[in-house]
Structures are given as structure tokens and as C-alpha cells.
């Protein structure tokens, strides 16, 4: 090594390869000159699974044709957008002689999956079927095998098996088939122990009880299923994603209540939680919450700055602005109530904070500052823990209504829309009444969608009102069969159209908010053809009219007769107030009794001999309804006075003074499934008779509607009853009603139901004597089908009418209803 000879050899071999370097890098590296032609193009390939045809097939480069950059970048996503390849690369080679280009694709193909096979998971993974396990999904037999989705499938399939086995694990192995053609997937499943929930603990609360935390923080781990026997139904498995959710919202509720440094540990709860009680691999957990509370912190001072407008005006004085706050929303439900105020020395809560805030907005956009703004600054002080709350307001202009924009009604009319509106031009802006206007136009039920708007405009001060509607379906055609425990079995077709419209008839009848009606019934116990046609707005008034003409046959009230009623009503009805409307119409209608058996009361019979009765009558009634719901209200109120009087000077075979008293009164007892209690009581008498009256003008209770626990129309006083011929009832000229329902939800669609019922029907006019009154309870359940409540009861007497002797007149036992509608 060391002949000088040889080292002068070595080093002028190196000179010699330094000075070639350059050549051998452009004829690999160089960029192709720009009119370079693709001279080959070969496949390199590792795997059996592709073709060197189906790799060429997504090749943009083309022998004979120009080298292009961007065909190789096509290329190689073009290939790892087929799936098919773990890797794909594209290698150009330029010949310095000629310049032509020499391309070499390399991919490494994905294998096939030819197999998933399951280990362990017996019973749980692995079998399809009604009564089968889960599977591994996203992964077909017969495609590339692609492991980044075995592994999220893993987690997917670990997550839906630890909704019965907490702290299952799955993994996967891809092994080669025996004979190459693929690759086998061998999924492993760690049951783990089978666990249910006995109990929950939260280890370091002491600001809260137990009970407070679980209920208040509305925690579903745990809910309702904590009970020993909770296996009998097949819950109280603790469900791991469940537990980190529960964890987040006892957070969010010690944050609520001012703990803003608390700390809620979320980790794994096989880790947190604590198992006991195992045995053939199956056993029992409590639910553990580590909480670390710390401090509670409080609102301080109050501040506002910014009200410019309240050094002259005293609805923006401090004062004013103090009292927006610190009172409840005069929107019903804009805010959670424990929000919906603050006070100095309450506790921080920042959705308060947030609702405050808005509240002030509000405010000012219901004077017409419909730009205003408020930013809300905070400075805590870490010695008392007060945080010190400054509402920083921009108060911007005032502005006007400058026009009204309407769009989107392809069907309804322009004044129909307008009609509903609380807002027009000229008014000030108020963002109030434009929730008002969104409200009655989704009241309306025309549209899918309504949205009211502030539109700017090129004048100060002045902004467009925009209504954006989607037109939504209003016509209904059916038909359908139905049975009740009154009625029987009962057949209909109807047809309604609550947009109809008598003058379009291009436009199908429909744009003008008219109300239109036609239901043919047929049963077997009764008939009935009934029309009505509503006007809601006569010219263009806050003035609703309408008809009604109706055919009835009645044969369900007794064997041993029918009631036919056939007759015509007009009205006219108008809202007085906010939430107050008054109704008055004229009534005509023909009574006759027919059918009459040997057995009919004598009531009846005097009925049937006399013929067929003309009843001529005007009534008037006011109505005040607060109600949240229609069909399942949980707070709000309802009232309703009539007044019908019939003859008089208006005609017809008979007269009497009708008087009636309705009202109901909802409260929800916990937001908890909406535990609600709604009390209903009604009063009513009849007078100016003369001293009789037809039976089928007189008042019933009893049945589905009112009375559970007892037959249809069989409630009343002794005296009531025609005991000549089997204690048929025949009605009282006075009555009364009382019920209490206690209602909660199992399903959005179901309600639950424990009622009371109590209830007078006396034979004489203004006899409100309780001493032969009836009372009964009952179980049941309410069922929202097709905007209807079916209502399934099951009533038990408690009080029954008794005979001289003693003897029970209307106890037959339990009784089971079943109807249809809204019971008020």
C-alpha cells in the first residue's frame, strides 16, 4: 500500500472518475430537454395481484409521444387512487446521445384478501343473521387488502362489542394463503369479562350530593340502570364511549355551576372504574368519576358601558339595562332557565354569561338597533374569586322598515304572507316581532322553511324586511278504517286543503290560505257526511268566517235506539288579544229519533212519536290558550266560555240557554322524560227549558273522553236513569268534571299515563250537588300516529251511582278506551 507506483495509479483513476461524474449524473438526473420523446416505457411490478396491462392502463405517458412532468405526477396518483398498490413510484431515464426518455413504473401491489377469519368471540363476532354477532365491516373479500383500514375497522368493531363487553379488544393478523393467492385475516377477540353496572361513585365531590350530580348532570351511564335486576332487560352494561361522554358532562355542569378549574378524569375506565364480584367470566362494576372540583368562583360587579343613548333615555339607562339581566327572557324558552338570569354573588356561570349577552341584543333590537353589539369582558379576582362583568355595548343606528321582499312562494299568495306578518313598512325594526312573523307563518303549516330577515339598503337608517319561504305540502287525501271503544268500527275518506284557494283553479285550487274540508264516514254504528270552508282573513281583515254542513247518524249511544242530526252552521271568529280569540255563530239543525224498540226509555219514545225537531241557535264563546303543545302540552293554560241559545225568538221546536265552562291547566313536574300532571275541569248548565228538554240535548259524561272507568254516558245521579227498562241513562240538565293526568315520556312518539277522574251529572238546572257523584282511575298510554293522539285507558270505579237499596247502577268493572284526539 504504500509503492509509490500504485498511489500515483489510484490517484489518477480518481481524477479520471471526478471528471466523468457530471456525464453520469445528467444521463440519469438531468431534466429532459423540452421536445424529449418517450422512447419505452416498462412495468416493474412486485406481487401477483395486478397486471403489467391493468398498470399500464393508468399510465399517462405514451411511446413516441412528448415527456411531460405532469403525466408522471397523473400517473402516480392515478395509481394509488386505485387502491391497489402500497407503493408507486415512475422513473424517467434520459439517453444523453439521442435525448429520448426511457421510463420505468415500479409498484408494490396490494395483496388480495381471500379470508377473515374470527378467534375467540364466540357468540358475539363472526356469525350473521337475526341472531348473530357483529362483523368486521369496510373489508370485501376478493379486493386489495388495505391495512390502514383493517386497523380502523378493528376499532369499529372493538367499539360496538364493548356496548356488551366494556373491555373487549380486537386485533388482526394477515398471514399469506397457503397456496399464494392471498392473504388471510385473522381477526382475535379478547372478550374480557362480561360486566354490568351495580353502582356509581364520584370520588372527591362534596360541593354536590350524589343524587344532584347523577340526575341534574343527566348522566346516561348509569341511568336507570343500577339496579341488580337491571340484567333482566338486558342493560346496565357500561358502555365505554358512554362513561368519556358522562365525564364531559359533569364538566359542563360543575362549569355551570362556577367550578371553572374543575377537573374530570376521562381516561379508560377499565382504569378508573372498579370490577368485583367475578365469576365464570361475568360480574358486576362500578362506575368511578374521579373529580377534582376546585374552587367556586362568583360573579362580581356589573358593569355597562357603552349606552350612550341612556344620558336622555331612560330605557337605556343603567337602571334598565341592570333589570334586562337580571329578569328572565320575556321570550318563553329562549334560555335554560338556571341561564336565564344573573346577579352579583351568583355563581359564574359562562351560558349565563352568553345569555345575558344575547338579552341585551335582544333589547336593543327590539327598539329598532338592529346592528348592535356586545362584547363582554371579564377580570377576576383570584383572592375572593369574584369575576368583575363589564358589557361592552355598540349601540349603532335606529332603523325603519323601508319595504317588505317576499320570496319563494311558488303557490301561496303574496297577501297571504304579508297578512302574518307583525312588521311593516314604515314601523321600526323590531327583531321581536320578527320572530313573531316566523312564528305564524310556520303556524300556518304552508311552508317547510320560513326565515324573516333585515335586508341593508343604500339608505341610513332603513333596511328591507325579506321573507324566505319553502313552499311544503297542504293538501291530504285519505282514507283508512278505524275502531273505537264509542264508535265502533268506522270507515272514512277525506280530503282537505288547508291553502285552498275557490278562484285559482290554474293554479289547482290552492295559494289563498282558505280551509276546505269533505269526509264521508261509514261504521257500524254510525254515519256521518260532514263539509266545512273556512275564510281566515275576509278582506284582508284579522276577520276569519266559515261554514259547516253535517249529516250524523247516531246508533252507538244505546240498542234500542238512533239519533239522526242533519244540519248547517255558520261563524265568524277573531283574535281580541295576544292569546285570547272570541267566536260567534248561528246554528241550525234537524233532530229525529228513530229506531225505536219496546225497550227504549219513555224519554225516547216521547222523541219518537213527536217527529223530527228544528233546533234554531246563536252562541258566542271566548277562548284563551297558552299552551306549549297541541298534542303533549307540559305547561300553558287553555279556558273557554260559551254561551248558545236556542228559540227565543230565533225559531225553531225548542229553547234553551246553554252554558259552559272549560279549562285545563299543564305543569311540568321534571324535565326528566317531560313528567308532566294536567288538570281539566269543565262546568256546565242548562236553562230556560221551560222544564224539559229532549234527551239528546242534555248533558253525559262517561266513556273515552271524561269518564274512564265507566260505560258511555253512563254517569249520573240516580234520578238520571230510566230504571224501567235496564238503568239506561238520560242525561242531566247540570254537570260537572274533574280530572288529573300524570303523563311521562317513553319515546318521542309514547307517553305513559296514570289518571283520576271525578264527575257530577244531576237531572235539575243548576244542581252542582256532589252526593251522587262518581270518581274512577285508571292506566294508560298516549300514541302520536299521524298528527293524532291515540289514547289506550284502562279505567277502574271508584264511585258509583247507587239505587234506594243499595245497589250499584253504573258499576260494569273495569273498562278499557280506546280513541282518538286531544281530550280539553
Avoid at 142 to 167: T, V, Y
Avoid at 204 to 217: C, K, M, N
Avoid at 289 to 312: C, H, M, P, Q, V
Amino acid at each position: 500500500m504504500n509503492n509509490p507506483s500504485f498511489r500515483r495509479s489510484w490517484l489518477r483513476a480518481a481524477c479520471f472518475a471526478l471528471a466523468l461524474s457530471p456525464l453520469v449524473g445528467a444521463a440519469q438526473t438531468a431534466p429532459a430537454p423540452k421536445d424529449a420523446l418517450v422512447r419505452s416505457i416498462k412495468v416493474k411490478k412486485e406481487g401477483t395481484a395486478v397486471s403489467e396491462q391493468f398498470v399500464l392502463g393508468f399510465v399517462a405517458l405514451r411511446e413516441g409521444q412528448p415527456y411531460s412532468k405532469d403525466a408522471v405526477a397523473n400517473t402516480v396518483r392515478s395509481l394509488y387512487a386505485t387502491g391497489r398498490f402500497n407503493q408507486a413510484s415512475v422513473e424517467p431515464t434520459i439517453d444523453p446521445t439521442t435525448g429520448a426518455v426511457d421510463i420505468v413504473v415500479t409498484v408494490v401491489a396490494r395483496p388480495i384478501l381471500k379470508a377473515i377469519e374470527y378467534i375467540g368471540g364466540d357468540g358475539l363476532v363472526g356469525k350473521a343473521g337475526w341472531f348473530g354477532g357483529a362483523e368486521i365491516e369496510d373489508m370485501k373479500i376478493g379486493e386489495p387488502l388495505d391495512m390502514a383500514q383493517l386497523r380502523r375497522s378493528e376499532i369499529k368493531l372493538q367499539n360496538e362489542l364493548r356496548k356488551k363487553r366494556p373491555f373487549a379488544r380486537v386485533t388482526s393478523q394477515p398471514r399469506a394463503a397457503d397456496d399464494g393467492s392471498g392473504q388471510i385475516v385473522a381477526v382475535i377477540i379478547d372478550e374480557g369479562i362480561e360486566l354490568k353496572v351495580d353502582n356509581f361513585r364520584f370520588e372527591g365531590a362534596t360541593a354536590f350530593e350524589r343524587y344532584d350530580l347523577w340526575s341534574a348532570a343527566d348522566l346516561k351511564t348509569s341511568e336507570y340502570r343500577w339496579y341488580k335486576w337491571s340484567w333482566l332487560v338486558g342493560g346496565g352494561r357500561l358502555d365505554p364511549e358512554q362513561y368519556r361522554a358522562d365525564c364531559k358532562k359533569l364538566r359542563e355542569y360543575y362549569r355551570s355551576k362556577g367550578y371553572l378549574d374543575v377537573e374530570v378524569e376521562d381516561a379508560d375506565p377499565e382504569k378508573v372504574c372498579e370490577v368485583k364480584d367475578v365469576k365464570d367470566a361475568a360480574g358486576w362494576v362500578d362506575v368511578v368519576f374521579k373529580i377534582k372540583e376546585g374552587r367556586k368562583y362568583t360573579i362580581g360587579a356589573i358593569a355597562f358601558d357603552g349606552n350612550r343613548l341612556g344620558s336622555t333615555d331612560p330605557l337605556y339607562a343603567t337602571a334598565a339595562l341592570q333589570k334586562v339581566v337580571a329578569e328572565p327572557s320575556l321570550r318563553r324558552g329562549a334560555h335554560p332557565a338556571e341561564f336565564d338570569k344573573i346577579a352579583t354573588g351568583e355563581a359564574f356561570a359562562v351560558p349565563a354569561i352568553e345569555a345575558a349577552s344575547e338579552k341585551l341584543r335582544e333589547y336593543y333590537g327590539q327598539m329598532g338597533y338592529i346592528n348592535s353589539s356586545v362584547q363582554v369582558f371579564r377580570k377576576p379576582n383570584l383572592t375572593t374569586g369574584a369575576i368583575d362583568v363589564k358589557f361592552q355595548i355598540e349601540e349603532g343606528q335606529r332603523h325603519t322598515v323601508r319595504a317588505v321582499e317576499i320570496q319563494g312562494n311558488t303557490k301561496t299568495r303574496s297577501t297571504v304572507i304579508a297578512r302574518e306578518l307583525a312588521l311593516g313598512p314604515g314601523e321600526v325594526f323590531d327583531l321581536a316581532r320578527t320572530r313573531v312573523s316566523e312564528a305564524r307563518l310556520r303556524n300556518t303549516q304552508f311552508f317547510e322553511e320560513v326565515r324573516v330577515t333585515a335586508v341593508p339598503t343604500s339608505i341610513p337608517g332603513q333596511s328591507d324586511l325579506r321573507v324566505t319561504v319553502k313552499e311544503g305540502p297542504t293538501g291530504q287525501v285519505s282514507f283508512g278504517a278505524g275502531y273505537s271503544t264509542v264508535e265502533g268500527l268506522v270507515g272514512f275518506v277525506e280530503y282537505a286543503e288547508s291553502n285552498f284557494d275557490f278562484s285559482n283553479s290554474e293554479g289547482w285550487y290552492r295559494g289563498d290560505g282558505q280551509k276546505f274540508r269533505v269526509r264521508l264516514s261509514v261504521g257500524s254504528l254510525t254515519n256521518s257526511f260532514e263539509h266545512s270552508f273556512e275564510e281566515p282573513a275576509l278582506w284582508e281583515r284579522d276577520l276569519a268566517v266559515g261554514y259547516s254542513i253535517e249529516r250524523r247518524y247516531a246508533g252507538y249511544a244505546s240498542a234500542n235506539y238512533s239519533v239522526l242530526s242533519e244540519g248547517i252552521s255558520v261563524y265568524a271568529r277573531r283574535r281580541i288579544f295576544s292569546n285570547i280569540e272570541g267566536r260567534i255563530g248561528y246554528n241550525l239543525r234537524r233532530m229525529s229519533v228513530d229506531n225505536v224498540t219496546v225497550d227504549a226509555p219513555a224519554d225516547v219514545v216521547t222523541e219518537g212519536n213527536a217527529g223530527a225537531r228544528v233546533i234554531s241557535s246563536i252562541s258566542a264563546s271566548l277562548t284563551y290558550d297558552t299552551r306549549d303543545e297541541y298534542n303533549f302540552p307540559t305547561k300553558g293554560s287553555r279556558i273557554s266560555l260559551t254561551e248558545e241559545l236556542a228559540g227565543n225568538g230565533l225559531g225553531g221546536d225548542i229553547k234553551y240557554l246553554k252554558s259552559e265552562l272549560r279549562t285545563g291547566r299543564w305543569f311540568l313536574v321534571s324535565p326528566t322524560a317531560e313528567q308532566t300532571i294536567g288538570v281539566i275541569g269543565r262546568v256546565g248548565l242548562l236553562t230556560g227549558s221551560g222544564g224539559y228538554l229532549p234527551f239528546y240535548e242534555r248533558f253525559y259524561l262517561g266513556g273515552a273522553y271524561d269518564m274512564r272507568g265507566f260505560g258511555y254516558n253512563d254517569v249520573g245521579a240516580y234520578n238520571t236513569y230510566d230504571t224501567a227498562n235496564g238503568n239506561q241513562p238520560m242525561g242531566g240538565m247540570t254537570y260537572g268534571f274533574f280530572s288529573a293526568e300524570y303523563t311521562i315520556k317513553a319515546a318521542d312518539n309514547l307517553r305513559f299515563a296514570a289518571f283520576y277522574d271525578y264527575g257530577i251529572v244531576n237531572r235539575s238546572e243548576t244542581d252542582f250537588s256532589v252526593s251522587e257523584a262518581n270518581s274512577d282511575y285508571g292506566l294508560g298510554l298516549r300514541i302520536l300516529l299521524g298528527g293524532a293522539v291515540m289514547r289506550l285507558d284502562f279505567g277502574f270505579p271508584l264511585q258509583t251511582t247507587k239505587a234506594p237499596g243499595g245497589a250499584d247502577i253504573n258499576d260494569g268493572g273495569m273498562k278499557f278506551n280506546f280513541s282518538f284526539g286531544t281530550v280539553f
